[in-house]
């Protein structure tokens, strides 16, 4: 069964070291300093924190069991990775035409206009036990559970 | 078990991809009339516009048909139905039996009669076929000049695409606005605004009366209102009607589109219709209509494949929708999005014509039943989910037009079966 990120929006401090480690893990060097040197010109975080007063908590794509995405998605760019099962796009395929945009209920599909236009989503650090954005917050507000169907983590 | 599917795009995917997924035993079969393997049509305007090489048509991995173990006949067209005794008739000849039938023929363009339809450079723009004879035509005869038919999608995107040619455009639309069955007033505007800054001459309230041609190729066009115009390519994008070809003289219920229930089962028996060809579900107008868009073909493919091995999901209905762009600005519009001045309906809207942005949300009873972004389009799904879930968003109206707009801006058991599904607290 496979494992999906468990948001706890009472434990977010709105800290947004889960936008840096992000945005560091999907980046070429791996290292802070680069990434957000020369790198960044072309990366973005994959994941949106949203704030409201005292409430916040970091998004990431839910990995819905039946993905409008994937559905939606023109280029066939958007599918379930056959190994993992995780929801990814291709970002070698993607052109870029929006679709997966107008149909994510949980708006986690943003566009990435920075070099290639591309649809940029969480991809769960693929292949990584934990995904950087877990793994670096420092308040167990996002952790890394297998969840059943009804999105219940056991 | 035998199931044949006639046609071979995003509902045959669809079909064959929750078919497999739950059984691997039926023997399938896909009859094609094009040579081509399974390629996107929406990308048919990024292979004009030069954006990306014909490879990369392909919706699908070229290993697609071997993996899930289907037999596509290429080339060969459907003719007709034996109901009675279940097979497809072809025009090759030989007739194919099957134990349940998909009918996923899509649509086709529609062409005005207008004399000089057959003249060299007249061109639809549907088919992969369409594309490269369009570019053949570019290649040798040069042309700097086209007129495109349609003003809606296919129009727009037709038009955006010899843009990036740098060849001249000018649309006629025959409605008195451009986009005008997706974008109301105002973002119709506002995208016929962009046409022009990208040097596209838009003429509405007028049609082409005669294409004129010289040696046998176009010259120009008549209009009904105004002086011809000179080109050396014409588009026609108007748009495509239900291809129900295949089940004429059969007693399969056709309407507009095929008439089908929410298996997508027809009014003959073992016969599925599915994609631009069906007459399905649409829950924002609470009737059955035909819709012909990308998500409602795949999401209808697939519950007909399903159905044909036992899986009975039915269908909750699709929401029209669309994401086109032009001059680099993408527009969306989801659900009714065009009305205007509808009674019981309340408008949300913010425009900044100079910057290209408009968001228009259309209410009724407190629920949202269409959108519009123009120019900032993330998190437009968020609305669409609202749309489809027919959320009651009274109480985060305020929230609804706020640049910030987001989950939390939703009512909170929403917000939870977004985030999380059901039975976890966020």
Known sequence: ?154 | MRAVIIGNSATAVGAIEALRAVDQRAEVLVVSEESHLIYSRPLLSHYLGGEIACSRLAYRPSDFYTRHDVTPLLETKATGIDVEGHRVLTANGAPIAYDKLLVATGGVPIVPPTPGIDTQGVFTFTRRSDVEGILAHLEKHGGSRAVVVGGGMIGIKATDALLKRGVHVTMIELAPRILGAALDSAASRLMTNLLTEAGVDVLTGNTITEIQSRDGRVCGVALREGAPIPADLIIFGIGVRPNTQVVQGTEVQVNRGIVVDEYMRTSAPDIYAAGDVAEAYDLVVDMNRTVAIWPNAYRQGAIAGAHMVGVETPDEGGVAMNAIEVHGVPAISVGNSNLEDEPGHEFLTDLDERAHRYKRLVLKDNRLVGAILVGRINRAGIYTGLIRHKIDVGASRAALMSEQFGLLSLPDRYRKHVVTGEGIEV
């Open chain 1, 1 to 154: 069964m496979s494992k999906r990120i468990v948001i706890h929006e009472e434990h977010c401090i709105g800290c947004r070291l889960c936008e840096v480690h992000c945005l560091v893990q999907h980046s070429s060097s791996k290292d802070i300093v680069k990434a957000y040197g020369g790198e960044r010109s072309h990366l973005m975080p994959r994941l949106t924190v949203e704030e409201d007063g005292p409430v916040s908590f970091a998004l990431q794509c839910r990995q819905c069991e039946e993905p409008s995405c994937v559905e939606a998605c023109v280029s066939g760019a958007m599918h379930r990775d056959p190994l993992t099962g995780t929801v990814v796009c291709d970002e070698d395929v993607c052109v870029g035409c929006w679709m997966c945009i107008m149909v994510c209920p949980a708006g986690a599909i943003q566009q990435n206009l920075l070099g290639t236009r591309i649809a940029s989503k969480c991809d769960l650090c693929y292949g990584a036990e934990l995904p950087a954005c877990v793994a670096n917050c420092p308040n167990e507000a996002l952790t890394f559970e297998v969840v059943d169907e009804k999105g219940a983590a056991s």
